[in-house]
């Protein structure tokens, strides 16, 4: 017998959220991971925040609705606080009651943007890496480095020249018609009217230009887990000066190695690695002119091969970044804010991989 379309709701509800996300559903692992961050990370809390006056949103529900904007691939703030609103699963991962009301989305941003002054998406990071290390699923020794463009939230009709005195009014001031045809744009003589911090740049030969950021990775070569993130101006030189950064900041005094594409094949680079007990593990790049800076030395080693293969790991860092996390095309403006995202983006990939790797049978590989 079919069923009426009683759309009458109840008065009441019994149930807790708790009770409505079923036991094994994938994001339990990921809360109890964020959890385990986030209670580390109390005490830094306690010194962002006054001790008097009206509560603000708990920092752990802010970092907790971020990661379920990047996890999901939510593509807006104001449609998250949607989602939420209406998402009994996601309610429960926040920390919310169902007859909790929620946040206004000019108050998620500004209490969100507090959290970008005291660093936190970097400590959230170390604090996910740190559950890894203590599971002994990272390496200490053997690392990769890239990066990759992220495009800016800016138009190429914004990036106009700096010298330009007094334009004149635009015909249609939301989308006005601009020519460029025949002028020669720079980096050097032009700017973004609309995100300053934004350069323009292109990946290769033959590709178009964007107004764009240069996003860094440091891995692991064991798991692929992301150790470390920079994001500069995509100036030509940021990927390895980024990389030089991130080696850097690596504790401990032992040697380790270095993964990296042809890209990182300058003199340069290969000597400023050696320098601070790096064995840098460089694609040769035959074609450059004053050939390669990788000799024998160390293609010779069975560890390089290693590295060149285990290297391509990080491309899988990029693409979940870019197609899930949404970084492909950031939503916000200035380096400050960008870095922030990115970081935390690559904290929330490694909640996700962290996860698939607690979840392995005993013995696998």
């Known amino acids: 017998m079919r069923g009426n379309d009683h759309q009458q709701a109840d008065m009441y509800s019994y149930l807790s959220p708790e009770e409505r996300v079923r036991a094994n559903h994938p994001l339990r692992a990921l809360r109890t991971l964020a959890d385990a961050a986030l209670k580390n990370m109390s005490a830094r809390f306690d010194t962002m925040y006054a001790k008097t006056g009206r509560p603000s949103i708990p920092p752990e ?17 104001r449609l998250l606080m949607e989602e939420i ?30 959290l970008l002054e005291g660093d936190v998406a970097r400590e959230f990071l170390m604090e996910v890496i740190a559950q890894a290390q203590a599971q002994g699923l990272t ?21 106009q020249r700096r010298d330009q005195p007094n334009p004149p009014p635009p015909d249609d001031p939301g989308n006005p018609t601009v020519n460029f045809h025949g002028e020669s744009r720079r980096n050097d003589t032009h700017e973004s009217t609309t995100d300053a911090d934004a350069l323009l740049a292109r990946k290769g030969s033959g590709k178009e230009a964007k107004l764009s950021y240069n996003g860094n990775l440091l891995t692991e070569n064991r798991h692929g887990l992301i150790m470390n993130t920079e994001v500069f101006q995509a ?18 005094t032992r040697r380790v190695t270095v993964g990296a594409d042809k890209g990182y094949d300058t003199y340069d ?13 460089v694609a ?40 899930i996390a949404l970084m492909r095309k950031v939503r916000h ?20 991989r962290l996860r698939n790797l607690l979840a392995r049978p005993v013995g696998a590989v």
């Not at 990047?70 to 807006?76: A, D, G, T």
């Not at 990389?243 to 850097?248: S, V």
């Not at 680079?269 to 593990?281: A, D, K, M």
Request: glycine share 8%; hydrophobic share 40%.
């Open 284 to 323: 040769q790049n035959v074609n450059r002119n004053g050939g390669s800076a990788i000799d024998g030395r160390t293609t010779q080693h069975g560890g390089y091969a290693v590295s060149q293969r285990k290297r391509k790991r990080i491309e899988e860092c990029f693409g979940w970044l870019k197609t």
């Open 61 to 77: 529900k802010l970092l907790r609705a971020q990661l379920i904007q990047m996890l999901y691939s939510v593509r807006s703030e």
């Open 85 to 114: 609103d209406y998402s009994v699963l996601f309610r429960w991962f926040v920390g919310m009651n169902l007859d909790e009301p929620v946040w206004d989305v000019t108050v998620f941003t500004k209490n969100r943007n507090r």
């Open 269 to 281: 680079f290969v000597s400023e690695c050696r320098q601070i007990n790096v064995t840098p593990h």
């Open 235 to 252: 100036n030509g030189t940021a990927e390895r000066h980024a990389a030089l950064i991130m080696l850097e900041q690596l504790p401990g």
């Open 139 to 159: 390496s200490d020794e053997h690392f990769t480095v890239d990066g990759t463009l992220i495009e800016a939230w800016a138009s190429l009709k914004s990036f």
């Open 333 to 352: 403006r200035g380096i400050e804010k960008v870095g922030w995202l990115f970081t935390f983006a690559a904290a929330a990939y490694n909640l996700v």
